[in-house]
């Protein structure tokens, strides 16, 4: 045997065996590679597919936020609109009111007119009756006199 036939056969021996080996574990890897690419795979739809549903949700949302926007608004209006419609009406009836205590007052001071009329009326009845009763006294006493 040569050198050379001792050397082939140590290599058939212990590197042809440990290739094979490392082809076998290479296929693993490369199976095993393969299972992952396609973990990824499914992984990378379904975070498109919850991207998308994300993306969705969000256009809800900003449609709905959109909404409540122009209720508020609308509310907000509506609110000046009663706001303003309410002054109004309180501003009249403050008119009313201050009218009506006017001619209250109107009133009230022509009953005190009167009131003050017929107590000098009173005073000045009292006053004539008192000198007509005291004329008459007069003239019974004159009478008297006369007669005597």
């Not at 440990?18 to 396609?38: G, H």
């Amino acid at each position: 045997m040569d050198v050379a036939e001792v050397i082939k056969k140590a290599i058939q021996e212990w590197v042809i065996p440990q290739f094979e080996a490392l082809q076998s574990s290479v296929s693993e890897v490369k199976v095993a590679l393969n299972l992952t690419n396609q973990r990824l795979g499914d992984m990378q739809i379904q975070l498109t597919d919850l991207s998308r549903r994300i993306d969705e949700a969000n256009r809800r949302v900003d449609e709905t936020n959109k909404r409540i926007d122009a209720v508020r608004t609308e509310l907000s209006e509506q609110i000046s609109g009663v706001r303003s419609e309410l002054t109004e009406r309180i501003e009249d009836v403050r008119r009313d009111f201050i009218d009506r205590y006017d001619r209250l007052s109107e009133r009230l001071d022509r009953l005190g007119e009167a009131i003050v009329r017929r107590d000098e009326y009173d005073r000045v009845l009292r006053h004539m009756e008192h000198r007509i009763t005291s004329m008459e006294g007069a003239i019974a006493d004159l009478k008297r006199r006369v007669a005597a």
